[in-house]
């Protein structure tokens, strides 16, 4: 009895710790754990060669960081903030973007040179399927909150891939601007935005229709996107100013410019904030939505790039 009601309440305590913000340093093969509260580095932990992108499993236990020059996905338990283990296989070319399932039981992650879709098993840590795309630079990739479809951006291609979850079909690839790399997912799932870094457009995709419905002019180098998560906002670092776009999701205007360098983006779950990776200053840069100002910056490892938040 003691035994169990001490699992239960370490369980309890690991459910309800501080949110975190989840960083890559791509120069330094490492992740930086950030204390959402304090704003301070907790843990840094070695991962593999050049890792990209990082994706945090919704039940909290872990993360998944593809390596790019590595060919692996580093497994990281958040128990221990350590890496347990490096997933392989011999078609990963280049993995980068990734992104679990809500369930927390799978994940997908883009091969972006050997134009594949990798399905991880999450619970085993293993290679479950692998899905041909017949598209170019499959780069990065969402999951849209219910679980039943992915999307994927294809950089060479010019396209947003439809996947249905149920049976891994590819139901449609939508094209959209030259160099379709960024891109985010409405909180509502009925709208992508997609930065097009060589057209400096972002496209407007309608999930319902499978469709382009909109492309409008950005910044010089819309390199990522993220909505707020009451859907009003959507805001992109742009690659080449080194600042922070922030445009009316409503009426698809730039309403706002912050002075940030550019990189990964992602919002906290309460929209309050906003957390830039600088790859320039080696720093998380962080923006007040209420002000649209830079109020804090973090330093953190060598290139940070990828972000996420729990």
């Given at each position: 009895?003691?035994?169990?009601?001490?699992?239960?309440?370490?369980?309890?305590?690991?459910?309800?710790?501080?949110?975190?913000?989840?960083?890559?340093?791509?120069?330094?093969?490492?992740?930086?754990?950030?204390?959402?509260?304090?704003?301070?580095?907790?843990?840094?932990?070695?991962?593999?060669?050049?890792?990209?992108?990082?994706?945090?499993?919704?039940?909290?236990?872990?993360?998944?960081?593809?390596?790019?020059?590595?060919?692996?996905?580093?497994?990281?338990?958040?128990?221990?903030?350590?890496?347990?283990?490096?997933?392989?296989?011999?078609?990963?070319?280049?993995?980068?973007?990734?992104?679990?399932?809500?369930?927390?039981?799978?994940?997908?992650?883009?091969?972006?040179?050997?134009?594949?879709?990798?399905v991880l098993d999450a619970m085993t840590d293993q290679v479950l399927r692998v899905i041909e795309t017949d598209q170019g630079g499959t780069h990065m990739v969402t999951v849209n909150t219910a679980g039943t479809h992915a999307y994927f951006t294809n950089r060479e291609s010019n396209t947003v891939t439809f996947m249905d979850l149920n049976d891994y079909r590819i139901l449609a690839n939508v094209n959209v601007?030259?160099?379709?790399?960024?891109?985010?997912?409405?909180?509502?799932?009925?709208?992508?935005?997609?930065?097009?870094?060589?057209?400096?457009?972002?496209?407007?995709?309608?999930?319902?229709?499978?469709?382009?419905?909109?492309?409008?002019?950005?910044?010089?180098?819309?390199?990522?996107?993220?909505?707020?998560?009451?859907?009003?906002?959507?805001v992109s670092p742009d690659g080449a100013s080194g600042n922070v776009d922030v445009y009316d999701a409503a009426t698809r205007r730039k309403i706002q410019t912050v002075p940030a360098s550019a990189g990964g983006i992602v919002a906290a779950t309460d929209g309050k904030r906003m957390y830039v990776a600088s790859q320039g200053s080696n720093e998380v840069q962080v923006i007040d939505t209420a002000t649209w100002k830079v109020t804090n910056r973090i330093p953190v490892g060598s290139g940070p790039d990828g972000i996420a938040y729990r």
């Open positions: 009895m003691r035994l169990f009601m001490g699992l239960l309440l370490a369980g309890t305590a690991f459910a309800q710790s501080v949110p975190h913000v989840y960083v890559v340093n791509k120069a330094a093969d490492s992740i930086s754990i950030i204390n959402a509260t304090s704003l301070r580095v907790e843990h840094t932990i070695p991962v593999g060669r050049n890792p990209h992108e990082v994706a945090v499993a919704p039940n909290g236990s872990k993360l998944y960081v593809p390596n790019a020059a590595g060919n692996s996905v580093s497994v990281i338990d958040l128990r221990t903030n350590s890496e347990t283990k490096k997933i392989t296989h011999p078609d990963f070319n280049n993995p980068h973007g990734v992104a679990f399932t809500p369930d927390s039981r799978r994940a997908l992650v883009t091969s972006e040179r050997s134009r594949k879709i990798f601007g030259r160099g379709a790399e960024g891109f985010a997912l409405s909180p509502d799932g009925r709208q992508i935005w997609v930065g097009n870094r060589n057209d400096s457009t972002i496209s407007v995709v309608d999930v319902p229709s499978r469709s382009t419905i909109a492309t409008f002019s950005s910044g010089q180098n819309p390199i990522r996107l993220a909505f707020t998560p009451d859907g009003k906002h959507v």
